[in-house]
Every structure is written in structure tokens, then in C-alpha cells.
T-cell receptor, first 107, second 115 residues
Framework: KNEVEQSPQNLTAQEGEFITINCSYSVGISALHWLQQHPGGGIVPLFMLSSGKKKHGRLIATINIQEKHSSLHITASHPRDSAVYICATGSARQLTFGSGTQLTVLP | DSGVTQTPKHLITATGQRVTLRCSPRSGDLSVYWYQQSLDQGLQFLIQYYNGEERAKGNILERFSAQQFPDLHSELNLSSLELGDSALYFC??????????????FGPGTRLTVL
């Protein structure tokens, strides 16, 4: 059974700080997804990756398949980045979700 | 706006009742996924339909059922409701292959409260 662990559970940062959220999983996967859940509940896909690194604006996602680990980085964080960030692993049958990281960026 | 719509937004009902949640996927998407998000369990995959056929099943209770119609909209039926069924229910859609390799786009969710 695939276990997905995220750390930290909660993170408070000052505006402008560089932020890292980590995700580890226990079995081989086909793809890893990073999602953002807004305070109102809506879920937005950020990245889907199976190797290497992807960048979109101030967000960077990396994955190390051998170590079964992925990181989501936010550069120059801003209060509007405050949200829950969720990683999910994809296999042939389903997505398995981490418990999420609650990020609060203070002005 | 993801292009995925869900109705209703909120639903309050009593234990033992039955409700139906509705989802319309993004235009052109053939796959619909249903997820439950509760405070103690986080996000969990329930079931997937692809072009009208059940494709994958997750942690879906026997009291719950779903279907996808010819116009590709999907319904999730929850019956004999219990307090523990109170949760946010999301549907998501994705493009072609109907596997979990594709990016999924989430609807706004239906918040179900069972009293």
C-alpha cells in the first residue's frame, strides 16, 4: 500500500521567504501531482511530474524517483500563496494523497 | 475556473437519508473522478468513470454508488447517510487516457453536512 507523507504539516513564513514543502512516498509511482487548495476549498493543479524538475512562475517542483521524494519550492513568497499544498502520487488505478501542508505567508 | 461544475454547493440532510451529487466535466474530458475530503481522513479517491464505464474503484462504501451518463455528466449517490459522511465531495475530470497519469481538474466541491 502506498503511503504519502508530507512535511511540514504547518508552515508560517514572512513575505519574501523561500519555502520548501516535502513529500515522500513508499512505492514506485508513475507520476506525482502537486495541488493547491484555497481557503474556500477549491483545488487547483500545480504540477504533474514523473522526473526531474518543473517551474511555473515562482513555483518549482522537483522529484527524485530513486529516493521516492518530491519537493515544492516557492520563491519570493507572498500572502496570496497562503493555502494548503497537497501532493498526490499517481498509479495505474488511483491517486493517493498526502495530508497536506498548511502554508501561511505573513505580510 | 476549472471548467468542472458541481451541484449543489452545499447540502444539509439528516441521518438515514439519500442524496445525489452532480458533476459536469470539462468540455471534451471523458474521465470523471470522485473524491471525498473529510477532516480526519483527508482526500480519498472514491471512484472513476471513463466514457460511461467504471474504470477504477477506491475507498467507496457500499452505500455509495456512481454513474456516468451518455452526455458524460456523473452523479454520486449517497444513501443511508451517517454523521461520518459529512465531508467535501469533489469531482475532477481529465482528458483522454482515463488513468491517473493525466492532470486532473477539480470542481468546486459539494459540502455535505449530515445532522
Amino acid at each position: 500500500k502506498n503511503e504519502v507523507e508530507q512535511s511540514p504539516q504547518n508552515l508560517t513564513a514572512q513575505e519574501g521567504e523561500f519555502i520548501t514543502i516535502n513529500c515522500s512516498y513508499s512505492v514506485g509511482i508513475s507520476a506525482l501531482h502537486w495541488l493547491q487548495q484555497h481557503p474556500g476549498g477549491g483545488i487547483v493543479p500545480l504540477f504533474m511530474l514523473s522526473s526531474g524538475k518543473k517551474k511555473h512562475g515562482r513555483l518549482i517542483a522537483t522529484i527524485n524517483i530513486q529516493e521516492k521524494h518530491s519537493s515544492l519550492h516557492i520563491t519570493a513568497s507572498h500572502p496570496r500563496d497562503s493555502a494548503v499544498y497537497i501532493c498526490a502520487t499517481g498509479s495505474a488505478r488511483q491517486l493517493t494523497f498526502g495530508s497536506g501542508t498548511q502554508l501561511t505567508v505573513l505580510p | 475556473d476549472s471548467g468542472v461544475t458541481q451541484t449543489p454547493k452545499h447540502l444539509i440532510t439528516a441521518t438515514g437519508q439519500r442524496v445525489t451529487l452532480r458533476c459536469s466535466p470539462r468540455s471534451g474530458d471523458l474521465s470523471v473522478y470522485w473524491y471525498q475530503q473529510s477532516l480526519d481522513q483527508g482526500l480519498q479517491f472514491l471512484i472513476q468513470y471513463y466514457n460511461g464505464e467504471e474504470r477504477a474503484k477506491g475507498n467507496i462504501l457500499e452505500r455509495f454508488s456512481a454513474q456516468q451518463f451518455p452526455d458524460l455528466h456523473s452523479e454520486l449517490n449517497l444513501s443511508s447517510l451517517e454523521l461520518g459522511d459529512s465531508a467535501l465531495y469533489f469531482c475532477a475530470s481529465s482528458g483522454d487516457a482515463g488513468t491517473h497519469y493525466n492532470e486532473q481538474f477539480f470542481g468546486p466541491g459539494t459540502r455535505l453536512t449530515v445532522l
